[in-house]
């Protein structure tokens, strides 16, 4: 199907707008082929409007310009951003792509605007994580939920302050609102599981088990935290009794503005 677009100079549509261009898995190759879904937006210059007839855009993990990542090698355990590119003057037909540049991809010949409209993440063997992103929508307030979750700390045991890393599955931008699953298991009530963020902290502690002689387990829960933009995204946790406590996080995903 041809995907018409059309360009105009800013003034046309409201600062930061942006319409549709959902994201997903592709349903046939879910690990190596994203669908960008129809929209309309400005350019991240707000010179540009992008008005994109009903289509599917599609982003291939194999392929290395336009339509994939925009140059050099993919990365496993990494977040890229995922842009719409087109071309101002109409020649060429709007695509996207992939970068590890949140902010300045290599847009390839022929094209002249650009605009992030989310992130992607692959996992351990290099293909893209499996997800919901909202599809539709007239918000530049998105957000994106792992299915299944990412386990980020399994059966962890340190009774000091220690960092996770969530680098992998979070972009690393200011202020990430990320939303978290805890679950934590101890021998003695009372004791707790402490997250640490740049929003404080925040304890689970064990309750009473209901049947003797079994290990207190608390009820899992979900806790949102920010996070800066630093080195490297990350929280910390600590739990009281390293010989009987153990603790497991879970990234569930996170919310972004476009």
Excluded: E
């Amino acid at each position: 199907m041809a995907i018409a677009n059309s360009s105009a100079q800013y003034g046309q549509l409201p600062f930061q707008f942006v319409n549709g261009f959902g994201i997903q898995n592709d349903p046939y190759n879910p690990d190596t082929v994203l669908n960008i879904f129809y929209g309309r937006t400005l350019d991240s210059y707000y010179t540009y409007q992008l008005s994109m007839n009903p289509g599917i855009l599609l982003i291939n993990l194999n392929i290395v310009g336009a339509g994939g990542i925009d140059n050099g090698v993919l990365t496993s355990n990494k977040v890229y951003g995922v842009y719409v590119i087109w071309d101002s003057v109409g020649s060429n037909l709007p695509t996207c792509m992939i970068s590890s540049s949140y902010y300045h991809p290599l847009v390839p010949a022929g094209y002249t605007a650009v605009k992030l409209i989310g992130y992607a993440a692959t996992d351990g063997s290099g293909n893209f994580r499996r997800a919901q992103w909202n599809k539709y929508g007239s918000a530049a307030y998105r957000n994106m939920i792992y299915t299944p979750s990412v386990v980020a700390l399994q059966n962890g045991t340190a009774n000091v302050q220690t960092n996770v890393d969530l680098i992998s599955y979070i972009p690393n931008i200011a202020s990430q609102i990320v939303n978290l699953q805890l679950s934590f298991t101890s021998s003695t009530p009372g004791n707790s599981l402490t997250i640490y963020s740049d929003m404080g902290s925040f304890q689970l502690y064990a309750q009473a088990a209901n049947i003797p002689n079994t290990s207190f387990t608390n009820l899992v829960v979900t806790n949102q935290v920010v996070l800066n933009n630093v080195v490297s995204p990350v929280i910390g946790y600590s739990v009281t009794n390293s010989g009987t406590d153990t603790a497991s996080i879970y990234c569930n995903g996170y919310d972004f503005f476009l």
